[in-house]
């Protein structure tokens, strides 16, 4: 359940931190064995917990940029769902969206060199969704109520970027430290690239209406093994060909090609999503550290079928899967439906 803004005094020495400096852009750079393009952006590894490892002590609120009485440590934001009358960039808010202090994405675009190192500027945008004022509540933890203010956030962000010259507006939560989250307070991130990267293409192929494999999946898949949810015209799947142990896919019934246009509101969407995320913490256990991706339709792209993953961080890949591309899943989706759905949807204690 959540618990409430965290108390926090701003110190005399916090009015000293400069404002955040906006980060040189990075680049892109293709691979010339794979023909993968990697972005490269060495600026980053100057956020908190940057690199990985096994264990490390919990941050806590104090000194958060994320937490109430902070707003003075993240760039200035972009938009809030905030109480009337309090100004930006103050405490009052709910939802809040800034610039990525270290971004991945920033900048023009460029066309890639010729010969054999291929390079670009990693061109586009990067912003940060913080979910709420309570440091420790993640989507699972958040009543029904929050979570939707969390989805209609992203669908403004998706709004704000949807007319623009862009390849892809990609939204993802990395919610612990083994799924890359450089900070706990829970937040997502929205990922604006001005090339298309190739899953997106790849799904793009697929997910058009005349022959949709997403709606396919729907037909084949409603009331079978692999079921973990299905209600208010949303089917919660783990899929057939899942890369992780209870990766999930969560898809509207309908076929509509950007979130929070028609279909599911945001309420019904919560629902969900929350349910979803509680079933795994029953199926796997609490603070199962996991990344969610939203796919949506490109900017100017007006068919398709948005779609949301779940992909739990229970396993890492191995040398077999950096050298194959072919990854090893030692859960099979059948089984993880069946625990998924003897879990309890419900908020703890509610």
């Not at 009358?85 to 709910?94: E, F, K, L, Q």
């Not at 190192?117 to 029904?144: K, M, N, S």
């Not at 979130?259 to 795994?280: M, S, V």
Request: charged share 20%; proline share 11%; with cysteine.
């Amino acid at each position: 359940m959540s618990r409430g803004p965290t108390p926090y005094r701003r110190r005399e020495s916090d009015s000293a931190i400069p404002p955040p400096q906006p980060m040189h852009p990075g680049e892109l750079r293709q691979d010339p064995l794979t023909g993968r393009w990697v972005a490269i952006t060495a600026g980053r590894a100057a956020r908190p917990e940057a690199f990985m490892h096994e264990q490390g002590a919990p941050r806590g609120p104090l000194g958060c940029p994320f937490c109430v009485g902070n707003e003075h440590m993240t760039p200035p934001e972009v938009w809030a769902d905030r109480e009337e009358g309090s100004a930006p960039d103050s405490p009052g808010w709910r939802v809040r969206v800034v610039p990525n202090k270290f971004p991945a994405f920033a900048g023009p675009d460029a066309p890639p060199g010729h010969g054999l190192y291929r390079a670009a500027p990693t061109a586009g945008a990067h912003e940060v969704v913080i979910h709420g004022t309570d440091h420790e509540a993640t989507l699972a933890e958040q009543p029904a109520g929050e979570v939707a203010r969390v989805l209609a956030a992203w669908g403004r962000r998706l709004a704000a970027w949807h007319d623009a010259d862009l390849g892809s507006v990609t939204v993802i939560v990395n919610q612990g430290r083994l799924a890359g989250a450089s900070l706990e307070h829970p937040h997502s991130q929205v990922f604006v690239t001005a090339a298309r990267p190739a899953l997106v293409e790849a799904e793009l192929a697929r997910l058009t209406r005349q022959d949709c494999v997403a709606c396919a999946m729907l037909n084949k898949e409603r009331g079978g093994d692999r079921v973990v949810a299905d209600a208010d015209g949303l089917l919660a799947i783990c899929p057939w060909a899942s890369s992780l142990p209870f990766e999930a896919l969560l898809l509207p019934e309908e076929h509509l090609a950007r979130f929070g246009h028609g279909g599911p509101g945001d309420a019904a969407t919560a629902a969900a999503l929350g349910g979803l995320l509680r079933r795994l913490a029953g199926a796997t256990g609490p603070r199962t550290p996991y990344n969610l991706v939203l796919h949506t339709a490109p900017p100017g792209v007006g068919d398709f079928h948005w779609h949301l993953h779940l992909f739990p961080r229970l396993t890492t890949f191995g040398g077999f899967e950096l050298a194959s591309g072919i990854v090893i899943n030692v859960v099979d989706p059948d089984q993880a439906a069946a625990a998924m759905r003897a879990a309890p949807p419900g908020v703890s204690g509610s």
